[in-house]
């Protein structure tokens, strides 16, 4: 079945040092790939996206790459500040309907050490 | 900016009784969602909707969950007969008719079930 999965469910990082968190899909067929935060007690919130016709995207801070070969996503954070502290989850859109809907993977808990 | 909102933020009710999540979406967005996060587990898919009709349910979203557009803003799940195993964080999420197609995610209802 469709499923996104994530090496390490925490990661602990140097503030002021890089951070990549690495994920691994399964659904060949999704184009669309994307990166969410969680605070604590807040909604998943968008991080940034990458279509498959792309192998790398950045943003401010932040960069996804994407290896359709071996179906592996990462996120990186340049310069790891502590409002990084958070769950990160990847997920994948399907479109089965006009809909579409959000396959989400089971998180990376980043904390960031002073 | 526009935010999802939701209410309440907590909800707690006894097994058998009914219950109703409230949302409000982003007020030019076509797309609307239900999610739910039982608590340190990953974010799951419940239900789409679009056009006033439901697009797609999970297998989750049995005959006991409903879904409505009552009027031009508001948008609501409905838990008919609540069971212990509906404890989870229930997410809002709604999207634009055009690209960008990204999800925007409410803060949540945390619903427990005693």
């Known amino acids: 079945g469709e499923s996104v999965g994530l090496h390490l469910p925490t990661l602990s990082v140097q503030e002021g040092d890089n951070s990549i968190i690495n994920c691994a899909y399964s659904?060949?067929?999704?184009?669309?790939f994307i990166w969410y935060k969680q605070e604590s007690g807040k909604g998943p919130q968008f991080i940034i996206d990458i279509r498959s016709n792309m192998d790398k995207r950045q943003g401010q801070r932040v960069t996804v790459l994407l290896n359709k070969t071996v179906k592996h996503l990462s996120l990186q954070i340049a310069a790891t500040q502590p409002g990084d502290s958070a769950v990160y989850f990847c997920a994948f859109e399907t479109e089965n309907s006009s809909a579409s809907k959000i396959i989400f993977g089971s998180g990376t808990r980043l904390s960031i050490r002073p | 900016e526009p935010e999802v909102t939701q209410t309440p933020s907590h909800q707690v009710t006894q097994m058998g009784q009914e219950v109703i999540l409230r949302c409000v979406p982003i007020s030019n967005h076509l797309y609307f969602y239900w999610y739910r996060q039982i608590l340190g587990q990953k974010v799951e898919f419940l239900v789409s909707f679009y056009n006033n009709e439901i697009s797609e349910k999970s297998e989750i979203f049995d005959d006991q969950f409903s879904v409505e557009r009552p009027d031009g803003s508001n948008f609501t799940l409905k838990i008919r007969s609540t069971k212990l195993e509906d404890s989870a964080m229930y997410f809002c999420?709604?999207?634009?008719?055009?690209?960008?197609?990204?999800?925007?995610f409410g803060p949540g209802t945390r619903l427990t079930v005693t």
């Open positions: 999420a709604s999207r634009p008719g055009t690209w960008p197609y990204e999800q925007y």
């Open positions: 659904n060949s067929a999704s184009d669309y």
